[in-house]
C-alpha cells in the first residue's frame, strides 16, 4: 500500500468516528434506551440468585452465544440453560467497566474468588437490546487462564 493510500485511508476512518462513552457501574436498572441497563439487570438477578428469573432478561427472538461454545436462541432456551448451571457455580459478579454506543453495550466482569475474597477478572459480555430494552443478542467472551474459568467449565451442562 502507497504512503498516500494509507494516509487517505486513515484520514477517511478519523472523520467516519463514532462516540463510545465507558462508565463506571451505576447502581439501580435502567429501561430502555439504556443498553447498559440490561447488562446491570443481568449482574443484579445473578447475585440476588434468581437463576431462574434471567431468561426473562432476554427477547423471546434473542440470540445467545456463551461460553461453552454454543448458541441458544429465545428467552425460554436462554433461561432453561442459566437455571440448569448458575445453581452449580453460585457466582457473585461484579461489573467493572461499561462501554455504551446505541443500543450496544460491552460489560468488563468480575467474579470473586470463594478462597481469597477478591474480584478476578472473567469475560467481557457484550449486549445488543432491543427497543423495549430486553437482550436481542448477548455474546460471552471468557478471559483466557481465568481461575473462574475452571469452575464455570465444572458447572456447564455437558450436554
Not at 486513515?10 to 463514532?18: G, K
Amino acid at each position: 500500500m502507497s504512503r498516500l493510500t494509507a494516509v487517505v485511508i486513515t484520514a477517511a476512518l478519523a472523520l467516519r468516528t463514532f462516540p463510545v462513552y465507558a462508565q463506571n457501574p451505576a447502581p439501580g436498572v435502567s429501561g430502555p434506551g439504556d443498553a447498559c441497563g440490561a447488562a446491570r439487570a443481568y449482574v443484579k438477578v445473578i447475585n440476588d440468585g434468581r437463576y431462574d428469573s434471567v431468561g426473562s432478561l432476554f427477547a423471546d427472538d434473542a440470540v445467545y452465544m456463551g461460553p461453552d461454545g454454543k448458541t441458544r436462541h429465545g428467552s425460554k432456551d436462554i433461561g432453561a440453560f442459566y437455571s440448569r448451571f448458575l445453581p452449580r457455580l453460585k457466582p457473585q459478579l461484579r461489573a467493572s467497566r461499561f462501554f455504551e454506543q446505541g443500543n450496544e453495550c460491552m460489560m468488563e466482569l468480575e467474579n470473586k474468588n470463594s478462597g481469597t475474597g477478591e474480584f478476578m477478572p472473567a469475560a467481557v459480555d457484550h449486549f445488543t437490546v432491543d427497543t423495549a430494552g430486553k437482550i436481542s443478542t448477548f455474546v460471552v467472551y471468557l478471559r483466557p487462564g481465568a481461575a473462574s474459568l475452571r469452575l464455570l467449565r465444572r458447572a456447564l451442562p455437558s450436554r
